[in-house]
């Protein structure tokens, strides 16, 4: 029976696509972002440098993908871009929390306060931290994706790219569409979007979406399902033009997530501590690994797992053309999240490692910036700076039966990981474009960037029962609800720890691109980018284990060309590139008296090489291919010894980085065929790849992702503004691994969604 899920869907949404049929259909009257030839071959519009260009005269890797094709191919989330974006990889990491990594670039961390390697960007307003970006497919003109390290125009944190999503603007005529789908598990998602003149020179848009699924895994020791889908987005555009020469961009967006977190798979068992507390040993000693079934997991009988998560954003954007060929731009926005999202990551039906974690962001950001042009447009030229103000918490609460559960001869179930952050960034920034000829054009920019990063944490008593138990070794009582966190000198509790973390870069590029032609396009870059420092979010028993890791940098080298073959039938684009990677930060494992937990490592030296390729195919009228790959060979280069899951110790030197598959490739086509002379069918299909990889260093059998395809497939009719899509993900029913880590006591993995199939209608008017 489909649950009552409806009553999540807002009223006016319901409204609206019951009685869309009445609704009157009117032409876009919307500026293209796609530029078409004679022979129909498209060019896509990007502003990937912060101005209004087309993808074949960008110098430098993007892939950029419409939004009428992110809606066909099902792009519903930054994960589904692995589906179009060779060289793109999503990992959940064991606390659900989203590591995205480009060409190799990307950062293994749990915390939801740590800054990544991949910037996410609305509008050119920043995400900064990897859990805002739900939501960010909602309505969309096209994606960007930037690939190398964009630090000079998106700022550090970049250093593996950018996401640049473009929000589908409002348009001078009224104008909109409404969707609706039913799939496997009961999913039912409805969508809907209006857009149109509120006044003269005041134009608004709306857009509402929401998923909603019931259960989709099942319980290996009893009759129990998870995994239910409660997700609901919104945004709401102004655009007011109130003299030809001044543009003000008003944009409220949000989300709220009431799904259920996923549950593990259990792999085997690794005690933290053997001789620790004893109390789960035997269960966990009598499990078996969990069989390859996408469906089968397990969790903790008789708790919720569902989510109590959302974000609202505010954005202002004001453009003015204070001279013929210069415009003043200023970008403000605010940025409000909170999760409180409990999560099993033991893949077992009992208390052997549970956490629930409540999280705070605020996120507060300024850009001013003038552009133009000069010199008969032979120079073109941006100048500006940024603020970037930051305050997260995040609070980790486990509670447990595990192994390392225990301090002497005192057992304990829960504590807190503690860590509260407050981050402020100044930048200054300029670019220039210089034709050197009417073929040849020199490229430079450079940006300062300076931040400050306060920290305070520890791990806290919850009950009384860690604080009991810190007490046998403390020279001085802890109260409960306390910091447990010991001077290692005095062995008294520190009230909490604090510290600051200053940091300057300078990011830069310089690059020559030759142009022969207005299809054609080759470059040469060289670039360096940096990400900032981080704190870790640990249970942390000494001070120590709060030191923060240093920034880490790339110096980047790229060389690449886009060029139209038959009559631009065929668009291709490609590049070779070498990363020289210093300081590479990563969520490691350290040797406590508690076993080996997670902490933050620094590794001194690593290397990047790769190549890329994409193909743009028309060979036939109303046939389309989109052919990607990327292949990364990724080794750290200095001797550097860690360890690995297993506590033992390994020199990393020689080994792949964790997360960064040497081999990605998607294929993507379309048929379009008139059946009669109103009605057109379609037939299409997506297949990604994506080769095995390590999740951790140390090269273990049990943390390596196998590699895998996934096939997804569509096919459906239009007629006039109606639309009817059948489509079918993972159609082969592929079983897949996204994450496997260990926890605690267990090792236990992460799988991807069995085969879905449904079926869309939408409508536009």
Not at 425 to 441: C, I, K, Q, R
């Amino acid at each position: 029976m489909i649950k009552n899920r409806w009553a999540n869907m807002p009223l006016t949404l319901i409204i609206a696509l019951a009685s869309v049929q009445g609704a009157h259909a009117q032409e876009a009257a919307a500026a293209p972002t796609i530029q078409e030839d004679s022979e129909g071959t498209q060019d896509i519009v990007v502003t990937a440098q912060k101005r209004s260009e087309t993808l074949t005269s960008v110098p430098m890797s993007i892939t950029a993908v419409g939004g009428d094709r992110l809606q066909k191919v099902g792009i519903t989330s930054v994960a589904d871009l692995t589906k179009i974006v060779p060289g793109f990889a999503f990992q959940p990491s064991e606390y659900g929390s989203p590591i995205l990594t480009l060409r190799g670039v990307g950062l293994r961390d749990k915390a939801i306060a740590a800054s990544p390697t991949v910037a996410v960007y609305v509008d050119q307003v920043p995400l900064p931290f990897s859990e805002m970006t739900r939501g960010t497919t909602l309505d969309l003109e096209r994606v960007e994706v930037l690939k190398g390290p964009q630090g000079t125009l998106f700022g550090q944190n970049s250093t593996g790219g950018a996401i640049n999503y473009i929000a589908a603007k409002p348009t001078d005529i009224f104008e909109g569409n409404a969707s609706l789908t039913y799939g496997r598990f009961n999913e039912l998602n409805g969508e809907l979007v209006l857009s149109g003149p509120i006044t003269d020179g005041l134009n608004g848009r709306i857009a509402v979406r929401t998923e909603q699924r019931d259960d989709w895994q099942r319980s290996k020791t009893r009759d129990d399902a998870l995994g239910s889908r409660n997700f609901t987005t919104g945004r709401l555009l102004l655009d007011w033009a109130p003299t030809s020469s001044l543009t003000v961009s008003a944009n409220i967006n949000g989300w709220v997530d009431k799904s259920d977190t996923p549950a593990s798979q259990f792999v085997g068992v690794a005690l933290a501590l053997p001789a620790g507390r004893q109390t789960l040993v035997p269960y966990l000693n009598a499990q078996s690994p969990a069989p390859d079934n996408n469906r089968l997991a397990d969790w903790d009988p008789g708790f919720s797992f569902r989510r109590d998560d959302y974000m609202i954003q505010g954005s202002l954007r004001v453009d003015w053309t204070v001279a013929p060929e210069t415009t003043l731009t200023s970008i403000t926005a605010y940025s409000k999240y909170r999760q409180e999202s409990p999560i099993d990551t033991d893949g077992l039906a009992v208390k052997d490692f549970r956490l629930t974690i409540f999280g705070r962001i605020d996120s507060f950001s300024q850009e001013l910036r003038l552009a133009g042009t000069a010199l008969d447009s032979k120079l073109k030229w941006t100048i500006g700076a940024n603020y970037e103000s930051d305050k997260t918490k995040d609070s980790q609460l486990g509670d447990f039966e595990a192994t390392n559960a225990v301090v002497g001869a005192v057992n304990y179930d829960t504590f807190i990981n503690e860590n509260k952050s407050d981050i402020d960034a100044y930048a200054v920034f300029a670019g220039v474009d210089y034709d050197l000829t009417d073929e040849l054009t020199l490229q430079g920019s450079i940006r300062y960037t300076h931040s400050k990063r306060k920290f305070a944490g520890c791990l806290r008593d919850y009950g009384g029962q860690l604080a009991a138990a810190i007490n046998q070794l403390a020279s001085a009582p802890i109260a409960a609800g306390a910091c447990v966190t010991l001077d290692p000198a005095t062995f008294q509790g520190v009230p909490i720890v604090t510290s600051t973390l200053s940091e300057n870069n300078v990011p830069w590029r310089i690059g020559l691109s030759f142009k022969p032609s207005s299809d054609s396009n080759y470059y040469f870059n060289v670039t360096k980018g940096y990400k900032a420092g981080i704190y870790p979010t640990v249970p942390g028993l000494i001070p120590s284990q709060f030191e923060p890791i240093k920034q880490e940098s790339i110096l980047a080298y790229e060389i690449g060309f886009k060029k139209a073959f038959f009559g631009n039938k065929l668009r291709a684009s490609g590049a070779a590139f070498y990363y020289d990677y210093t300081d590479k930060q990563i969520l490691g494992y350290i040797n406590t008296f508690l076993g080996n937990l997670p902490g933050l490592i620094s590794i001194p030296k690593g290397e990047i090489k790769g190549a890329e390729l994409q193909l743009d195919i028309r060979p036939l009228s109303g046939l389309s291919l989109t052919v990607g790959g990327t292949y990364i060979d990724s080794k750290v280069i200095s001797d550097f010894i860690g360890n690995d899951p297993l506590q033992n110790a390994v020199n990393f030197k020689g080994e792949a980085f964790p997360g960064a598959p040497k081999w990605q490739y998607s294929v993507d086509g379309q048929y379009e065929f008139p059946v009669s002379g109103s009605v057109n069918a379609f037939v299409g299909g997506t297949l990604s790849y994506r080769s095995a990889a390590q999740v951790a260093f140390g090269n273990h059998p049990l943390f390596l992702v196998p590699g895998y395809s996934i096939l997804d497939l569509r096919a459906g009719i239009e007629t006039g503004p109606w639309r009817l899509q059948l489509f079918g993900r993972n159609v082969t029913n592929k079983f897949y691994v996204t994450s496997v880590a260990r926890n605690t006591d267990s090792i236990a993995r992460v799988v991807g969604m069995p085969v879905t199939y449904g079926v869309t209608v939408s409508r536009k008017f």
